[in-house]
């Protein structure tokens, strides 16, 4: 002896799907007359797409770039401009791929520009910083 099986488990027959779709038909028509009551839709305003804003050209600096070797964000520079660096010394941290990255000076001499500040994102071979 079977059981019988729950009643949304059978089969649908034909006459069901026949009732859907008749309630399917009234819900769209009412929607239909409901929208028709109302005040017609509007025509999107076309927004206008600004391109990315470029940072301003700069003038070729002389001096040892350092670059960003990978995208990330700045977490710290543990120099400010006008400090004097050696060698090996630590310019700068950056965070790339969770990990803490120092960037150490690849030369000796004074730091004349820091072109970005803690918290902010930079692409690749960005100039972080230069020594003269």
């Not at 009732?19 to 038909?25: G, Q, S, T």
């Amino acid at each position: 002896e079977l059981e019988e099986p729950p009643p949304e488990t059978k089969p649908k027959t034909l006459e069901d799907i026949k009732k859907e779709d008749e309630v399917i038909a009234k819900a769209k028509a009412s929607m239909k007359a409901g929208a028709a009551a109302t005040e017609p839709p509007q025509p999107p305003v076309p927004v206008k797409e600004t391109p990315p804003a470029e940072p301003p050209p700069k003038a070729e600096t002389e001096g040892t770039k350092v670059l960003a070797p990978m995208p990330g964000l700045i977490i710290r520079y543990d120099v400010k401009v006008g400090d004097e660096v050696k060698e090996g010394d630590n310019i700068v941290v950056l965070e790339a791929m969770k990990m803490a990255i120092d960037l150490p000076a690849t030369v000796s001499g004074r730091i004349t520009e820091i072109n970005f500040k803690a918290g902010d994102n930079v692409a690749r071979d960005d100039v972080l910083a230069v020594i003269v």
